[in-house]
């Protein structure tokens, strides 16, 4: 499986072959990614036959499509049985992938489908950029129905915490950057808050944003919602998005699901437009995607505008994310519970 051989290491999966081939496979998986080892015309029948079924460290066990054609989810099956998640949006003038960097997740929001399954493992760097491969490849061979036929934009907001994976997400950006050739600035961290994971990703080299899920603007709030708050709480959560902003100068992004009843209530927007205020961040609120083992419900669209109008009240930078692919289980892990629970779904092997 080359995609979890680190690029200097290619060479030594064909030991026999010539040093100029391990570039030639360099290529293909990093700079023009194919589906199929059979499309690498340029590399011996040899070396695409042994990568046959061993080009991707997973298989598509289920591929869906929505909003016609604009939105495509893959549930990926690693050979350990692992699932991972990772969505395709197209929009107007940006092709953007959700992709995931943990099997499952320990922190629990009470929300959130991924966390509800618990945390199984984290993704290795490999199987983080070979999202990102799949993804350029397919848009290059079949295409989304709106949007560039070319990855725009990259989000760590699939399945998992991105920073408690901090090293080898550190290692698959260093490849997307470096490797794959794509802007930092395209790309986006996703993080509930810990703290040390910012701290250290404001240390790095690359300058990629930082989008940090409050979903709550007050600690006891925030404690029921996001239960990692107890150990690293808003304050320091507040004080790390600040150092990153000053060591980067890249404008934090607030992420804010909207529960109905819960924290769409113009209390909760008066406390976040002071910490929007403060780190100069700009907010984006989603309505939830519903998730079959949770009680917790979308903002009804009334209380969407009144809370998204007080913000703007403030003169907060707000948007309102819609709701892509709900009618697939677009949301992270949703498409691995309602798999567990509707085992009738298209499954697509490959």
């Known amino acids: 499986m080359p995609y979890l051989t680190p690029p200097s290491e290619l060479a030594g999966l064909f030991p026999d072959e010539e040093p100029y081939r391990a570039k030639q496979l360099y290529q293909w998986l990093y700079r023009k990614p194919a589906l199929d080892p059979s499309s690498m015309t340029d590399l011996p029948p040899s070396m695409r036959e042994a990568l046959g079924e061993h080009l991707w460290p997973f298989n598509v066990e289920v591929e869906q499509t929505a909003d016609g054609g604009s939105t495509i989810k893959w ?6 049985g692992a699932a991972i998640e990772a969505v395709l949006m197209g929009y107007s003038e940006r092709t953007t992938l959700c992709i995931s960097s943990q099997v499952g997740c320990a922190l629990a929001c009470s929300f959130c489908a991924t966390g509800q399954f618990g945390f199984e493992r984290h993704l290795q760097a490999g199987e983080i950029v070979a ?31 991105p920073l408690a994976n901090f090293d080898r997400v ?21 993080t509930v808050g810990l703290v040390p994971g910012m701290l250290r990703l404001a240390e790095e080299p690359w300058p990629v944003n930082l989008a940090v899920s409050l979903h709550a603007a007050d600690d006891e709030l925030r404690n029921t919602l996001v239960p990692i708050n107890r150990r690293y709480p808003l304050a320091d959560v507040e004080a790390a998005a600040a150092n990153y902003f000053e060591r980067k100068g890249r404008r934090v992004s607030i992420e804010w699901t909207l529960i109905d009843s819960v924290n769409d ?14 780190l100069g961040a700009h ?13 917790d419900q979308p903002s009804r669209r009334s209380r969407i505008q009144a809370f998204v109008g007080h913000l703007r009240s403030f003169d907060v930078n707000v948007t309102v994310r819609d ?19 509707l085992p009738e779904i298209r499954v697509r092997n490959s």
């Open 75 to 80: 549930l990926f099956r690693a050979p350990d």
């Open 131 to 161: 999202q990102v491969a799949y993804a350029r490849a397919y848009l290059r061979d079949v295409g989304l129905a709106v949007g560039p036929n070319h990855l725009t934009n990259i989000v760590f907001m699939g399945m998992g915490e």
């Open 170 to 190: 550190r290692e698959a950006t260093r490849r997307i950057v470096e490797d794959m050739e794509m802007s930092p600035r395209r790309l986006t961290v996703s």
């Open 265 to 278: 209530t113009i209390e909760q927007a008066t406390k976040l437009s002071r910490i929007a205020h403060r």
């Open 283 to 295: 907010v984006n609120v989603i309505p939830l995607n519903a998730t079959p083992l949770s009680k």
């Open 323 to 341: 709701t892509r692919g709900s009618d697939i289980d677009a949301a992270c892990g949703q498409l691995r519970a309602s798999q567990a629970a």
